[in-house]
């Protein structure tokens, strides 16, 4: 069995993608605060309804308490993406109990963001359809068993109650399904029963000690929130990574990509009790993870990315990692051939678990879940920044949208990162064993702190394994962090799997929560 080997551009050309003539869209955006005015809130709900009324896609919308030096009440970011275009912050304020008219029931991608912006701030959506705690932040923690489930009401109607504690490990979360007979009429999920206070914790020890943190905000993304923290900080403290150390990064975040992918197929499999692929994409997930034990130390990758660095690529590494790839695909090809052509496997994952494009894009569905629904979301191309705009990864989607289309969107993405791990680590141009090693730069310049930019916010974006993953910075007259905010692309998408239940059979539902594969600790924070 053969493979193509994409082409990839020379060093030179990675050099050349950060000069201002052909630079790339970037996946971060640093803000000057002290020359960007805060809009009240009702012009801030405006400018974003008619920034999505333009097909603009909303990537967070969050808010803090104000600070010393600003008028009391509430600071509110909007982050947008234009399609084709650079992305857009807007911030606004409202004062104490002003509330502010609900995007929600225009564009219901804003609910949850709007849930979670009251939660944390007591600022109140008026007119918005769902408004109930998203993870139980603060006092409500108290409060959980309080929460206010939707009803359904008929004789034949009963409900079926699963966790938060399952028989297996795993993470708690509650599903309450209200059945007619064996169909599930609605699915509702209540999470946050892990909540750690992530974003407060991120505010109590100096930034460029905070890494080993965020590596344990979403365990099986490790690489995707290290390098979005990393990106951030290095832009605020003025210290800009080298291109190879991009490289190494990318490097670690497409291994990270390929591995989740194989863990997810696995379970997929298992779940059908179709053991023989499921103890091969298990085997397979073992060589991934085993190959980024050896560049960094860790098979989930922690360690790879410190501030200013990244894990050095030795040419033995490098052989090493490019050997276990190409051993790796000719087997995931083949194995994927067999899940894709098995009869059972298509009856139990086609017309299962549907969810259109045109739903999809009204949820504000992100990451492989919508592409499996056709939607062409992947911030690797739609802001590609060096790593990705100098070697391009080739785009995916599926158009079903059902447990079919997320196992096959999965297996494309896993391929497509293989085959550009093979182009990139085969390249003569590269060399990444002179890449900064983590921990190297703070030690080499003889000092504890790097200072940041002042009156600054800064927000990146990594597209990791299941969507697009959010850090935001923000520093006060100082330069001292005064706000992180920490965003998983499973908070946009938990409701979508709800979705995806209804008219269903119970039984299906693990099949469906599996190729969702969500975070709960994402969500829970």
């Keep these: 069995m053969t493979h193509t080997i994409l082409p990839l551009p020379t060093m030179s050309a990675l050099n050349a993608v950060s000069m201002p003539s052909t630079a790339p869209l970037q996946p971060l955006l640093q803000c000057d605060l002290s020359h960007h005015s805060l809009l009240s809130i009702k012009e801030l709900v405006e400018q974003c309804r008619q920034a999505l009324e333009a097909n603009s896609t909303l990537i967070s919308w969050f808010g803090r308490a104000s600070v010393s030096g600003e008028p009391a009440g509430t600071v509110v970011t909007a982050v947008l993406l234009p399609s084709g275009q650079p992305l857009q912050v807007l911030r606004g304020h ?66 079926v109650a699963v966790g938060p504690i399952h028989a297996g490990v795993i993470e708690p979360g509650h599903f309450r399904f209200m059945c007619h007979g064996e169909q599930v009429y609605h699915l509702e999920i209540q999470l946050g029963y892990q909540h750690r206070a992530v974003e407060a914790l991120l505010l109590q020890r100096p930034p460029e000690r905070l890494s080993p943190l965020v590596e344990s905000v979403v365990g099986d993304s490790v690489v995707a929130y ?14 800009p990574a080298a291109p190879t150390t991009i490289a190494s990064r990318a490097i670690g975040l497409e291994l990270e990509r390929v591995a989740m992918h194989l863990a997810t197929l696995t379970g997929l499999a ?14 397979l997930r073992t060589a991934i993870i085993n190959a980024s034990q050896r ?81 062409q979301l992947d911030l690797r191309h739609a802001l590609p920044g060096v790593a990705y705009g100098a070697a391009p990864v080739q785009p995916q989607t599926q158009l079903s949208g059902d ?25 003569p141009a590269f060399n990444l064993a002179d890449t900064p090693a983590p921990f190297a730069p703070l030690a080499s310049a003889g000092c504890q702190t790097w200072p940041l930019q002042a009156n600054a916010l800064c927000v990146s974006l990594v597209e990791g394994v299941r969507g697009p993953v959010l850090v935001a910075l923000e520093t006060n007259a100082q330069g001292q962090l005064i706000h992180a905010k920490v965003q998983d692309p499973s908070l946009a998408n938990w409701f979508g799997l709800a979705f995806a239940l209804r008219r269903q059979a119970i039984s299906d539902f693990p099949i469906c929560n599996k190729s969702f594969d969500l975070s709960y600790c994402g969500n829970d924070l």
């Excluded at 989930?300 to 990692?321: C, M, Y």
Aim: proline share 5%; aromatic share 10%; with cysteine.
């Design 403 to 427: 447990c079919w289309a997320r196992m096959c969107q999965r297996m494309a993405e896993a391929e497509a990162s293989t085959q550009w791990l093979l182009a990139l680590l085969a390249h």
């Design 295 to 375: 560049v960094c130390g860790n098979r989930f990758g922690k360690g790879w990315i410190r501030p200013g660095a990244a894990a050095a690529i030795s040419e033995a590494l490098r052989t090493d990692v490019l050997n276990t790839l190409r051993a790796f695909l000719p087997d995931f090809q083949q194995v994927n051939a067999l899940m894709r052509t098995s009869r059972s496997v298509q009856a139990r994952f086609q017309g299962v678990g549907t969810v259109s494009a045109q739903t999809a894009r009204e949820l504000g569905l992100t990451g492989v879940v919508a592409r499996a629904s056709g939607l």
């Design 226 to 239: 290290t390098w979005a923290f990393n990106a951030a900080l290095e832009s605020m403290a003025n210290k």
């Design 94 to 159: 409202a004062e104490p109990g002003q509330s502010y008219p609900s995007m929600s029931v225009q564009f219901p991608a804003a609910q949850i963001y709007e849930r979670e912006l009251w939660e944390q701030t007591g600022l109140v959506p008026q007119g918005h359809p769902w408004l109930k705690p998203v993870r139980f932040e603060g006092q409500r923690q108290t409060h959980m068993a309080d929460y206010p489930f939707f009803k359904m009401r008929g004789a034949e109607v009963h409900e």
């Design 270 to 283: 298992t779940d059908i009790a179709y053991l023989q692929p499921a103890g091969t994409y298990q085997r």
